[in-house]
């Protein structure tokens, strides 16, 4: 086996006295070694095979070949993470689907009955029930406290699970740091003391995927450079703030291993890893280093024996504005329209036909096949509220039929969804502009989601010098 070689690359001079003292009679298979250079910067996968040359029974020598395999390794390893991590998406995304169709009636019965206690509250009160009218209202605020943490857990999952495709959007980063530290909480804690001091930054134009997957992995890089057991001897210290260029700078400093400076330069090269082998792809602060790119920022790195090792990721402040206005009351006129409310779930159709119809004319059903029959009677509707992901057709197609039939209607659906889990679903949000809005939600965030719709609705009308819902096809 050979263990030691001189250099940094393939034809490098080699020890080959340990495959001669195995004296070997014929051609073996090849084997496989992990080889280290003597400066101890790199590592290299090697496959060597052997051959002795005997004459007249007598050991003379040997052919060895060494095949630097190194390339081949990683990307093989690259394929594996890769696989890996598209399954972990794929499952986190179909389990946020899944529990957040529940979630959104849980979460919004209990604000139907908060607002039902308010109305009680007087005839509790005169029949001397004032203490159980407390105890209802402790029950209730019980269950949306814990329905929310759900809600958050499954937010963190979903994030592994959000597409590539989806638009960039405007990323509050010290949620999105704060979301980092909650998935890589208990990798933290066996290692270093936690300290985080996030000062307010100004918001910045990313993928929230992306950019908590730059965070995660920054996190988890400091966690691994600390040994396991020695927690009140490290820490980690997250924080964030303003940078020079008034954009955001947030920095992961932990105070193990040193990176030693020879290599200091190296650590964002595809497949270069300080960690030992089969720790690590070598692919991690590579792909944190794209991404901030691409984000029109950098990331750098300092290490020494006296701070520690210190990642900075400097972000621009948005310069473009949010596309959708924020979900939140006004002081404008309120309207009030004809709602066709679309959901296969039927506690999640009774709720939305409770929320929907205090204010707005409802006709509510649970499948699309079931909402496209009623536009064929009488597509007067001023807005439509419908669930993507539905059995048999879905949100999508029943928005590709309804435009080529009516585009005025079209352009007024307005979509829930639980989780876009399959990259079709991703690509059709991002290649549409109708307002939606995700699972579970508040009650107040859908009304004032609707309000904006019928608003943008009577604007368009206003605009075109329509007053209807005039089909442009017979």
């Given at each position: 086996?050979?263990?030691?070689?001189?250099?940094?690359?393939?034809?490098?001079?080699?020890?080959?006295?340990?495959?001669?003292?195995?004296?070997?009679?014929?051609?073996?298979?090849?084997?496989?070694?992990?080889?280290?250079?003597?400066?101890?910067a790199?590592?290299?996968?090697?496959?060597?095979?052997?051959?002795?040359i005997?004459?007249?029974?007598e050991?003379?020598?040997?052919?060895?070949v060494?095949?630097?395999?190194?390339?081949?390794?990683?990307?093989?390893?690259?394929?594996?993470?890769a696989?890996?991590?598209?399954?972990?998406?794929?499952?986190?995304?179909?389990?946020?689907?899944?529990?957040?169709?529940?979630?959104?009636?849980?979460?919004?019965?209990?604000?139907?009955?908060?607002?039902?206690?308010?109305r009680w509250?007087?005839?509790?009160?005169?029949?001397?029930?004032?203490?159980?009218?407390?105890?209802?209202?402790?029950?209730?605020?019980?269950?949306r406290?814990?329905?929310?943490?759900?809600?958050?857990?499954?937010?963190?999952?979903?994030?592994?699970g959000?597409?590539?495709?989806?638009?960039p959007?405007?990323?509050?980063?010290?949620?999105?740091?704060?979301?980092?530290?909650?998935?890589?909480?208990?990798?933290?804690?066996?290692?270093?003391?936690?300290?985080?001091?996030?000062?307010?930054?100004?918001?910045?134009?990313?993928?929230?995927?992306?950019?908590?997957?730059?965070?995660?992995?920054?996190l988890?890089?400091?966690?691994?450079?600390?040994?396991?057991?020695?927690a009140?001897m490290?820490?980690?210290?997250?924080?964030?703030?303003?940078?020079?260029?008034?954009?955001?700078?947030?920095?992961?400093?932990?105070?193990?291993?040193?990176?030693?400076a020879?290599?200091?330069?190296?650590?964002?090269?595809?497949?270069?890893?300080?960690?030992p082998?089969g720790?690590?792809?070598?692919?991690?602060?590579?792909?944190?280093r794209?991404i901030?790119?691409?984000?029109?920022?950098?990331l750098?790195?300092?290490?020494?024996?006296e701070?520690g090792?210190?990642?900075?990721?400097?972000?621009?402040?948005?310069?473009?504005?949010?596309?959708?206005?924020?979900?939140?009351?006004?002081?404008?006129e309120?309207?009030?329209?004809?709602?066709?409310?679309?959901?296969?779930?039927?506690?999640?159709?009774?709720?939305?036909?409770?929320?929907?119809?205090?204010?707005?004319?409802?006709?509510?059903?649970?499948?699309?096949?079931?909402?496209?029959?009623?536009?064929?009677e009488?597509?007067?509707?001023?807005?439509?509220?419908c669930?993507?992901?539905?059995?048999?057709?879905?949100?999508?197609?029943?928005?590709?039929?309804?435009?080529?039939?009516?585009?005025?209607?079209a352009?007024?659906?307005?979509?829930?969804?639980g989780?876009?889990?399959?990259?079709?679903?991703?690509?059709?949000?991002?290649?549409?502009?109708?307002?939606?809005?995700?699972?579970?939600?508040?009650?107040?965030?859908?009304?004032?989601?609707?309000?904006?719709?019928?608003?943008?609705?009577?604007?368009?009308?206003?605009?075109?010098?329509?007053?209807?819902?005039?089909?442009?096809?017979?």
């Open positions: 086996m050979v263990k030691l070689f001189r250099g940094d690359g393939p034809g490098l001079e080699v020890i080959v006295q340990q495959a001669l003292d195995q004296r070997r009679t014929e051609h073996e298979p090849p084997s496989s070694s992990q080889l280290i250079a003597r400066d101890g790199s590592v290299h996968s090697v496959e060597d095979s052997a051959s002795a005997v004459h007249e029974g050991l003379l020598g040997a052919v060895v060494l095949r630097d395999v190194t390339h081949q390794r990683q990307v093989q390893e690259r394929a594996i993470v696989e890996r991590l598209a399954s972990l998406g794929t499952l986190a995304a179909g389990i946020a689907h899944e529990v957040n169709n529940p979630l959104t009636f849980v979460i919004g019965n209990a604000y139907c009955i908060e607002r039902m206690l308010q509250e007087g005839l509790l009160s005169a029949n001397g029930e004032a203490g159980e009218l407390d105890n209802a209202r402790e029950f209730v605020a019980d269950l406290t814990g329905a929310e943490r759900i809600q958050r857990i499954v937010a963190d999952m979903g994030v592994f959000t597409s590539s495709v989806d638009p959007a405007l990323v509050d980063v010290r949620a999105s740091v704060e979301w980092a530290l909650r998935v890589t909480a208990n990798a933290i804690r066996h290692r270093a003391q936690l300290s985080v001091e996030l000062s307010e930054v100004p918001p910045v134009v990313a993928r929230e995927s992306e950019l908590g997957q730059v965070f995660v992995n920054l988890v890089n400091a966690s691994q450079a600390i040994p396991e057991g020695e009140p490290h820490s980690i210290r997250v924080a964030s703030r303003v940078d020079e260029h008034g954009g955001a700078m947030v920095s992961v400093r932990n105070t193990g291993a040193v990176i030693p020879a290599v200091l330069s190296r650590v964002f090269e595809p497949f270069f890893s300080t960690k082998p720790q690590g792809t070598g692919l991690g602060l590579t792909i944190c794209r901030v790119a691409s984000l029109g920022g950098e750098k790195v300092e290490s020494s024996k701070h090792t210190c990642f900075e990721v400097h972000l621009p402040k948005a310069a473009l504005t949010r596309s959708g206005r924020p979900l939140v009351e006004t002081n404008e309120e309207q009030h329209g004809r709602v066709l409310v679309i959901d296969d779930d039927p506690a999640v159709l009774r709720l939305l036909n409770q929320l929907v119809g205090r204010k707005h004319e409802v006709v509510a059903v649970d499948s699309a096949t079931e909402g496209m029959r009623l536009l064929e009488d597509h007067n509707f001023d807005l439509v509220l669930d993507l992901m539905m059995p048999g057709m879905g949100g999508e197609e029943l928005l590709r039929r309804v435009e080529r039939r009516w585009p005025r209607v352009a007024s659906m307005v979509f829930m969804t989780g876009a889990y399959t990259p079709a679903a991703a690509a059709f949000l991002a290649s549409i502009t109708n307002p939606r809005i995700q699972k579970p939600f508040q009650p107040i965030a859908l009304m004032s989601l609707l309000q904006r719709g019928l608003r943008e609705r009577k604007a368009r009308e206003s605009g075109n010098g329509h007053g209807n819902n005039g089909s442009q096809h017979a």
